[in-house]
């Protein structure tokens, strides 16, 4: 059995059934999680003041842009807004979507998207955003029609391979960049909510290794290519869980690093 099969059936041997039991095993986690994903688009993100907020619910003596802690204040305050819906395993959904992105990206716009622009958490693009070196996004008025096409896509999928469909979703979606701001990290809180709502493990995006998670997502715009994004979120997932891992069968995969992992 390959690496990524023993953590699938370890996260199902977990029997998570309510929200204490998805507390329980996301308690280290989810700070690493808004950390990595937190970090990958903003430098000033530290895992000491992630740690605090999460922990404590607030930071003491941060002296950079408020922007960095409103960010991980709603990653906390996203999760347990959809940690009920996990156990639940509430598919998919526009409203959804909306919501989680509305939490994530709460008092976080700047002047010119939200007074020039009017832009808002939670509400599509209403001007021609575009991301990445080729531009890629879905025109305003396309938005929605793509997104229920892609959600309708996805929740329809009753195979084995979920991963796949879930990089399928997370690629389609950066693609689509629905939003004015706030997309990436959206995009892997989703990524994730899809995974636990099928039974299957979340990972963490490492802010290391965000070159290649960038790169696997530019061969989707390019080339429609998804095998690149496939690789990395499997590759992710065993780093992710690596540790929880060693534990179960007595064996050291490979060289830890204290912010790589966590142990539940």
């Known amino acids: 059995m390959d690496q990524y099969q023993a953590i699938r059936e370890l996260w199902r041997e977990y029997r998570i059934a309510s929200e204490s039991d998805l507390d329980c095993r996301l308690s280290s986690y989810r700070i690493l999680f808004a950390y990595h994903s937190g970090k990958i688009e903003n430098e000033q993100i530290t895992y000491h003041d992630t740690r605090e907020i999460f922990e404590n619910g607030r930071a003491v003596g941060f002296t950079g842009d408020p922007r960095a802690l409103f960010e991980q204040q709603n990653q ?43 832009e808002r958490p939670g509400e599509f693009k209403r001007h ?46 950066e693609y689509i960049h629905p939003f004015a ?16 709502t099928r039974g299957e493990p979340p990972l963490i995006v490492f802010e290391e290794d965000k070159k290649r998670y960038y790169s696997a997502l530019e061969a989707y715009d390019v080339r429609e290519d998804l095998a690149p994004m496939l690789a990395f979120l499997t590759e992710q997932t065993v780093k992710t869980w690596r540790a929880a891992l060693e534990r179960k069968s007595g064996t050291p995969l490979k060289p830890r690093n204290g912010l790589d992992q966590f142990d539940p």
């Open 181 to 196: 701001d706030g997309n990436g990290r959206a995009g892997r809180t989703l990524l994730n909510y899809y995974l636990m």
């Open 128 to 173: 021609d955003c575009v991301t990445g070196v080729h531009e890629v996004g879905s025109a305003p008025q396309r938005v929605e029609d793509d997104l229920a096409e892609l959600v309708a896509e996805v929740n329809a999928y009753d195979g084995d391979d979920v991963l796949k469909a879930a990089a399928y979703f997370h690629a389609r979606f």
């Open 76 to 118: 906390k305050l996203c999760y347990e807004l959809i940690k009920r819906k996990i156990v639940a395993r509430e598919p998919l959904s526009i409203p959804l979507i909306r919501e989680i992105h509305a939490a994530l990206s709460a008092g976080t716009y700047d002047q010119r998207r939200y007074l020039e622009q009017g």
